[in-house]
């Protein structure tokens, strides 16, 4: 039984790389649920055989410890019998082997082997990370305490999703290992208060303090740092690095104060929550405007702009395919000009894209700024995959349909590009077209001049489509479509259309792209008489 558990355990924590990324699409991530829903059946067919097997022996050991009983009490006696006799041999040379097969018999084999065809789709290390960052990126966005997380309350719905303290110590964890002391602190600092708050966890309050004492420490409070690592003394005097902590704590604070004249400070009273610490800066320079524009702050939009936004029939320039229907166009936003088209793609459709896609997911990449080569990074988290005409008659009609409603030429556009978003999916501020000269695709196709995002599921909350440089956010609503140029006329990038997917905070966001791009538009879109026509 002990040898079953560690093969099950192994099992369940082994993966190869060809599993990894799972969390960067939820469409890949609901096969898992299924996957579980089979194996806990499977777990408990694994049971009802155990419990059957169980039942057997105990039987067999209530039928002869009442016959050994009667035989140990007088064993000439007994044996005197023919019969008790003849039992006996029998006994010891059949049934007694029965039992020993039936003892033998390994219940778990059923269930062994459905857990190593299923393993090859498990989650690995890399998913788990992920996931826990994912999570803190939501927390950062949207402003989130740890709180809210742990009890499953996030903005307009209330999920019976829990956070236990072990979960909470792992996330404060995998923020630490990765130095990202910020987040686990308030992780840690979550563990903590619901551990004394009284709930059950493996893990004790000795390695909660001594990872957040550190994690403190590192930024900055020395005052609340030793504060804890007291704490941590108190209920552990043989920690091995608890003691040293605190005298060097104590070291470090007394030389700063004897520095700065001042007395020592009283242990502070606060508890640590949201705010207490500022978030280290990073790479992103518009971080906050990008993330207040995620929660709907900072908007843009006011009376005057929106006086200039219209709604109208579109027949893209008397096409014969849209005279009948013409298309249903919505003003975004009027410089730069964003249009949003309403039933652009049909569920039917949608979902045919969709289905054409799941197979063909794959971690969405992006170009090193520096080689030019594709990779993957940590600001674009989503699964994509490229669909031709060949895949299916609806992927030539929608493309048709773009050609039609933008009145731009296609041949030169790239593959049409799906794309779901994982648990806190997201592709941070970017721009759609190329500012390397070493592309190689400019040289024959030209620049992306315009990008057209359909938009192929409604999300819960997040996920929309942002522009930090003049305050827009676009939310999805499945069906419809947005529309813009990223090109002036002369050819120049317009560096207003910086944009970004903020990160999903419920529910699963898939999008389809079209990038257009410049060949072939020479006569369709004419350069203007000026740098930024």
Not at 293 to 300: K, N, T, Y
């Amino acid at each position: 039984m002990r040898t079953f558990l560690f093969f099950v355990l192994w099992t369940l924590l082994c993966c190869s790389t060809a599993r990894a990324e799972i969390f960067t699409s939820i469409s890949q991530m609901t096969d898992l649920i299924y996957t579980e829903k089979e194996l806990v059946q499977s777990l408990r067919d694994y049971i009802r055989a155990e419990e059957y097997k169980l039942a057997a022996v105990k039987s067999w050991a209530h039928r002869l410890d009442d016959l050994t009983r009667v035989s140990t009490s007088d064993p000439e006696g007994y044996l005197a019998h023919p019969v008790n006799a003849y039992k006996l041999m029998k006994r010891l040379n059949t049934q007694w082997s029965e039992l020993e097969t039936l003892v033998l018999q390994n219940p778990s084999d059923a269930f062994v082997s459905n857990m190593s065809v299923h393993r090859q789709y498990f989650p690995g290390d890399e998913d788990e990370t992920g996931a826990a960052k994912a999570l803190m990126r939501l927390q950062d966005t949207y402003r989130l305490d740890s709180e809210a997380f742990s009890r499953g309350k996030l903005p307009g719905v209330q999920y019976n999703a829990l956070l236990s303290v072990d979960d909470c110590f792992d996330m404060g964890k995998t923020a630490y290992n990765d130095e990202d002391y910020y987040h686990a602190v308030l992780w840690m600092q979550q563990a903590l208060k619901q551990l004394d708050g009284g709930e059950d966890s493996v893990v004790t309050k000795a390695d909660i303090l001594d990872y957040l004492s550190y994690s403190v420490y590192q930024m900055g409070d020395l005052a609340r740092a030793i504060e804890l690592t007291r704490r941590l003394v108190a209920i552990a005097p043989t920690h091995q690095r608890a003691g040293g902590n605190l005298r060097y704590f104590e070291h470090l604070l007394l030389k700063q104060l004897n520095e700065q004249n001042q007395d020592y400070p009283p242990a502070p009273e606060e508890p640590i929550q949201l705010g207490t610490y500022s978030r280290p800066k990073d790479h992103l320079p518009e971080r906050e405007t990008y993330e207040a524009l995620c929660r709907g702050e900072g908007l843009q939009m006011n009376d005057a702009r929106r006086s200039r936004l219209f709604c109208r029939y579109h027949d893209g320039r008397r096409n014969p395919r849209l005279l009948l229907k013409p298309m249903k166009e919505e003003d975004e936003w009027d410089s730069p000009h964003i249009v949003r088209y309403l039933e652009m793609l049909s569920h039917q459709e949608v979902e045919k894209i969709k289905e054409l896609a799941k197979p063909k997911l794959a971690r969405a990449t992006v170009r090193d700024p520096k080689t030019g080569v594709l990779t993957t990074a940590n600001y674009r988290v989503s699964k994509s995959a490229w669909l031709e005409e060949d895949d299916d008659p609806v992927i030539a009609r929608v493309n048709q349909r773009i050609e039609d409603i933008t009145g731009l030429e296609l041949d030169t556009a790239e593959l049409l590009q799906v794309a779901n978003y994982g648990v806190g999916g997201q592709y941070e501020p970017h721009y759609d077209f190329s500012r390397r000269p070493f592309d190689s695709n400019l040289k024959r196709d030209g620049n992306r001049l315009a990008t057209f995002l359909n938009y192929m599921s409604d999300v819960e909350a997040g996920g929309a489509t942002v522009f930090p440089d003049f305050g827009a956010a676009i939310r999805p609503k499945k069906g419809t479509a947005v529309f813009w140029f990223n090109l002036f006329r002369s050819g120049e990038g317009d560096y207003r259309t910086r944009h970004a997917a903020c990160p999903v905070l419920v529910g699963s966001k898939w999008v389809s792209n079209k990038w257009i791009h410049e060949r072939g538009q020479e006569f369709r879109r004419p350069c203007g008489l000026t740098e930024v026509d």
